[in-house]
């Protein structure tokens, strides 16, 4: 990984924010295969869980607190 691209690098944004990470559909598409979605669906669907994790992360959730939350639901689904 390059040095600009290290976002563990704080000494290169001088203190300030960090660049906002973007999600890479394509990286992910291939879990969706047994789905039958279309690329259109596929991308929707994917940015929606980046939107749902970025979201726990700005608000400082773990992943034990998602645990909590969708436990259940792990539960009943798998």
């Not at 990984?1 to 944004?13: G, H, T, V």
């Not at 394509?26 to 969706?32: H, S």
């Amino acid at each position: 990984m390059s040095k600009k691209n290290d976002y563990r690098q704080d000494a290169e944004f001088n203190g300030g924010p960090r660049p906002a990470l973007e999600p890479d559909p394509e990286r992910y598409r291939a879990a969706l295969a047994e789905f039958d979605l279309t690329e259109a669906q596929e991308t929707e669907l994917l940015q929606t869980l980046w939107s749902i994790m970025h979201t726990f992360v700005e608000m400082g959730f773990t992943v034990d607190v998602c645990g909590q939350l969708f436990g259940e639901f792990n539960d009943v689904s798998g």
